[in-house]
C-alpha cells in the first residue's frame, strides 16, 4: 500500500487561517470576532443565525439566486458548501424552480444524488492537499453537537431542494393531459356508461421506494451502492450516451432491469405500484429511454446482463423489507 503524501506546511497554514469560511447568502456578512479567537460554536452559531452558509475551504464562495442555478458554480456548492440557508431563501430557491430548463433540472438532480451531504466520503482519489486538509477538518468536528446541526440542516435542505426539482423533471417529462372545457353531457344510463379509466401515475421514482429509517433517499442510495457491488458498470439514476444510432449502449436494459425487478421482489417498493408503473417512474425519472419498451417487459428476464447482475445480487443476500 502506498505511503499517504504529506499536506505541505503552507497548505495547512492557510486552511487553518480558514479552518470554517462563512459563505454569503444575498450579501450578508456577520462579524468575524468568534472566528478570530476560534471560538467555532459561537461562529457557527452566528452563521446559522444570520441565514449562511458554510465551507471548509479558503475559497471566497457567494450564494445567490442567479449564481445558485449557474450549475457551473452549483457544482462547486454542492460538494463543498454546507447548505445552511435559512427557510426563507429556501422557499425563494424552490419558487424558481418551474423557471428552470430541463437540462439544469437534470444536472442539479444528479449532483444531489451524488452528493446529499458536503464533504461526501470518503475523500476523493485525486483530492489536493487543501481538500485533503478538509476532510481531516471535518472528521474531528463531527464530534461537536453544533456541528452536528450543520451536517443535518445541510442535509434537510438538500432533500426538500431535490423533491422540488424532481417533481418539476417528472411534470416535464411526463405532462398530464389538458381536460378540455365542454358543457356537461347529458346523463348516460348505468347499464351504458363505460367502466372509468385509471389515473396515470405521476408519483415519481422516489416516492415509490419504501424508505428505509423514513427516508426514501437513503433507500434509492442502498440500491445504488449494492448495485456498484454487483458490478454493474452503468450509473443507472443519470442519463446514458447513447450509441450513434439512438439505442442504448450494450448491457443497459438488463442492467436497468435487474437493478428493478430484484428490488421489486425485495419489496423496497411500495405495494400499490406494479411492476410495469416502476419502470416507467424510472425512466422518466433518470431521463432514460427504452426502445419497443412493451416488447422489453415481457422479454426482460431473458436478457444476459438481466441474468448475470441478478445472480450477483442474490449472491449478496441483501434482507427483504417487510
Not at 452528493?115 to 470518503?122: F, I, L, R, S, T
Not at 436494459?253 to 435487474?258: I, R
Not at 426502445?291 to 442474490?314: P, T
Amino acid at each position: 500500500m502506498p505511503k499517504r503524501k504529506s499536506i505541505g506546511f503552507f497548505t495547512i497554514y492557510l486552511s487553518r487561517k480558514y479552518y470554517l469560511n462563512e459563505v454569503s447568502v444575498d450579501g450578508k456578512i456577520s462579524s468575524k470576532f468568534h472566528r478570530r479567537f476560534g471560538l467555532w460554536k459561537q461562529y457557527i452559531s452566528q452563521i446559522l443565525r444570520t441565514g449562511n452558509c458554510i465551507s471548509l475551504l479558503s475559497t471566497p464562495f457567494t450564494i445567490t439566486e442567479a449564481s445558485f442555478w449557474n450549475t457551473n458554480h452549483f457544482e462547486d456548492l454542492v460538494k463543498y458548501v454546507f447548505w445552511t440557508f435559512n427557510k426563507s431563501f429556501l422557499l425563494r430557491l424552490l419558487a424558481t424552480v418551474d423557471d428552470q430548463k430541463l437540462p439544469v433540472l437534470l444536472r442539479c438532480r444528479e449532483l444531489l444524488l451524488a452528493y446529499p451531504v458536503a464533504y461526501k466520503e470518503p475523500e476523493p482519489a485525486d483530492a489536493n492537499d487543501e481538500l485533503r486538509f478538509c476532510y481531516l477538518k471535518h472528521g474531528s468536528m463531527k464530534k461537536y453537537e453544533y456541528y452536528t446541526a450543520v451536517t443535518a440542516l445541510d442535509e434537510q435542505n438538500r432533500r426538500e431542494f431535490l423533491l422540488a426539482v424532481e417533481k418539476r423533471i417528472t411534470a416535464i417529462t411526463n405532462p398530464l393531459p389538458e381536460i378540455p372545457r365542454t358543457k356537461p353531457a347529458d346523463p348516460v344510463p348505468p347499464t351504458m356508461a363505460e367502466s372509468p379509466k385509471p389515473n396515470p401515475v405521476t408519483s415519481t421514482f422516489p416516492e415509490m421506494l419504501c424508505p428505509i429509517d423514513d427516508d426514501s433517499a437513503f433507500t434509492q442510495r442502498f440500491i445504488e451502492g449494492k448495485m456498484e457491488e454487483a458490478g454493474c458498470s452503468f450509473k443507472l439514476f443519470s442519463p446514458v450516451a447513447q450509441l450513434a444510432n439512438g439505442k442504448n449502449p450494450y448491457g443497459f436494459n438488463g442492467s436497468a432491469a435487474a437493478m428493478i425487478d430484484f428490488f421489486y421482489q425485495h419489496h423496497y417498493f411500495k405495494k400499490e405500484y406494479n411492476l410495469e408503473q416502476i419502470f416507467e417512474a424510472y425512466l422518466r425519472y433518470s431521463g432514460n429511454s427504452i426502445g419497443k419498451f412493451r416488447s422489453f417487459l415481457s422479454e426482460f428476464r431473458n436478457d444476459r446482463q438481466y441474468k448475470v447482475l441478478s445472480s450477483k445480487l442474490k449472491a449478496l443476500k441483501i434482507t427483504k423489507l417487510q
